[in-house]
């Protein structure tokens, strides 16, 4: 992976504004960003699991709230494990509202998100946690990229570094052209597009490969006998 650093230094050179002060180091900088959560929303829309993480969350007992992770994108759980050494199984999201209600304290766990103005978004585990642990329980998710803040910042989504220099690329010129820049995206910026999600959708497993493949051979017998293949 690429530091901001460098990919702002080719971006610079490829636009030859080396040493130039019009465009500032924030506006690089924010441009980068927007570039990268544009990007970022391309991934997720196509193939989230190329952002998918896991942690450990933290429970209390009898507490009835669990923080999701602070990275975690759109609130987008993939999975949610618990294993105390002795018990190991994924814990369901509740479907039906009764499920909460008459749920019996040594149940498996299920889970719901809460979204409330006082506590923010939570895991709400059914029953309450019996136990407090900071590995019991395993939660799988789509994560955010990373914000670049700084120079020695890493470019946290690779498959992106051509969509988003060229972003950059782009708004430079923008500003250099000012009223008589070309409106829309450029023809360029599209072409890095297509690139990722032509790259994304390689990675994309093959689902059918895990499927049986029928048996043709009685087909292929018939056809032998009636036909003489």
């Known amino acids: 992976m690429k530091t901001w650093a460098t990919m702002k230094a080719e ?3 490829e636009c030859n504004v080396e040493g130039e002060d019009f465009v500032s180091e924030q506006e ?26 896991s942690t450990t969350l933290t429970t209390t007992s009898g507490s009835g709230v669990v923080s999701l992770p602070t990275d975690i994108y759109a609130n987008k759980i993939t999975g949610l494990w618990f294993d105390d050494g002795s018990e190991i199984y994924e814990i369901k999201q509740v ?20 979204n409330s103005t006082a506590s923010g978004t939570k895991i709400q585990p059914v029953p309450a946690a019996r136990e407090s642990s900071s590995s ?19 470019m946290d989504i690779p498959i992106a570094e051509g969509f988003i220099k060229q972003y950059v690329k782009d708004k430079i ?27 994304l959708n ?13 048996d043709l051979s009685a087909y ?7 036909w003489g293949y």
């Not at 019991?136 to 890493?154: F, G, H, K, V, W």
């Not at 008589?180 to 597009?193: T, V």
């Not at 390689?202 to 029928?214: C, F, G, N, V, W």
Request: net charge negative.
């Open 202 to 214: 390689q990675m994309i497993p093959d689902d059918s490969s895990d499927e049986l493949q029928p």
């Open 220 to 226: 292929t017998e018939f056809i032998d006998e009636e």
């Open 11 to 13: 971006i610079q050179r």
């Open 95 to 114: 479907k039906r509202k009764e499920e909460i209600h008459f749920a019996g304290d040594n149940d498996k766990y299920k889970f719901y998100i809460t």
């Open 28 to 53: 690089l900088l924010d441009w980068a960003n927007d570039a990268k959560d544009e990007a970022e929303a391309e991934i997720v829309s196509l193939y989230d699991r190329y952002l998918e993480t």
């Open 136 to 154: 019991n329980l395993t939660c799988y998710y789509i994560r955010e990229s990373a914000a670049i803040d700084a120079d020695s910042d890493y």
């Open 173 to 199: 010129q923008e500003k250099e052209l000012g009223p008589m820049a070309p409106k829309g995206r450029s023809d360029l910026l599209e072409k890095q597009r297509s690139l990722m999600i032509e790259a």
